[in-house]
């Protein structure tokens, strides 16, 4: 699959991302604290495939770190939590501080549990549970 990426100027970016709206975002924000800021990004195509693909690819994983600048929730909304079923991910999602169980995301329901939580990143750890494992 090919698929756009978002680079800006500086050699491994901090602010580079997959999402259009994610970069324009920045540069906006760049320009809006620095006068005549001159921050911007290059849309380049990339090949990319599918988390369900990747994992089909490389067979059972223990453990995921997903650090994919703001699509982290994204994707693991999109992993299949039927056929892949990692012991332990970590993930960035700040939509799981909202009080509405509605946001809850896809582990949950599969015997994850919360493992630990940090201020600031807001990073989840979730492990599945040994009765649901098998």
């Known amino acids: 699959m090919i698929r ?17 709206e994610v970069a324009q975002h920045r540069e906006e924000v760049a320009q809006y604290r620095v006068k005549n800021s001159s921050l911007t990004y290059n ?17 059972p994983i223990e453990f995921i770190n997903i650090d994919i600048e ?5 994707l ?3 992993l299949d939590f039927d056929r892949f079923f990692p012991c ?9 501080l909202d009080e509405d169980d509605s946001v809850r995301d896809p582990p949950w329901a599969y015997g994850y549990r919360l493992v630990f939580a940090l201020r600031g990143s807001i990073r ?8 649901t494992a098998t």
């Open 43 to 59: 849309a380049e195509a990339i090949s990319s495939l599918s988390i369900n693909a990747l994992m089909h690819e490389l067979g």
């Open 70 to 74: 703001s699509l982290d929730r994204d």
């Open 88 to 96: 332990l991910t970590c993930y960035k999602n700040n939509a799981v």
């Open 124 to 131: 989840f750890a979730l492990q599945r549970t040994e009765q």
């Open 76 to 78: 693991m909304l999109m």
């Open 4 to 20: 756009k990426a978002y680079f800006f100027e500086n050699p491994l970016s901090a602010l580079d991302t997959l999402s259009c």
